[in-house]
Nanobody
Framework: QVQLVESGGGLVQPGGSLRLSCAASGVTFSSYTMGWHRQAPGKERELVTVITGTGIINYVDSVKGRFTISRDNAKSTVYLQMNSLKPEDTAVYYC???????????WGQGTQVTVSS
């Protein structure tokens, strides 16, 4: 059984930081592309950042220079370090795992991030 469990969300003031974690089980973690997506109220879910099994990383333009994705294959965990947070970063953040051939995709349950003063 595949599980992706996110943690680390919460309420933070503008300019603050949060670190999200996503612990995976039931998959060969090192071979999966891991991603973070987010969905704000009334908006579609959007891809924020991905990291492949070989360490190739991409970010959506709106978070470049502020967010950093990383992975620890020994712990089967992917992280999202979020700095200089803005109110527009408020959303539910979801962890996603995609197999190398794209045939298997899994989602976590999501963690709420709220940026507000």
């Amino acid at each position: 059984q595949v599980q992706l469990v996110e943690s680390g969300g919460g309420l933070v003031q503008p300019g603050g930081s949060l670190r999200l974690s996503c612990a995976a089980s039931g998959v060969t973690f090192s071979s999966y592309t891991m991603g973070w997506h987010r969905q704000a109220p009334g908006k579609e879910r959007e891809l924020v950042t991905v990291i492949t099994g070989t360490g190739i990383i991409n970010y959506v333009d709106s978070v470049k220079g502020r967010f950093t994705i990383s992975r620890d294959n020994a712990k089967s965990t992917v992280y999202l370090q979020m700095n200089s947070l803005k109110p527009e970063d408020t959303a539910v953040y979801y962890c996603n795992a995609v197999s190398t051939d794209g045939s298997r995709r899994y989602w976590g349950q999501g963690t709420q991030v709220t940026v507000s003063s």
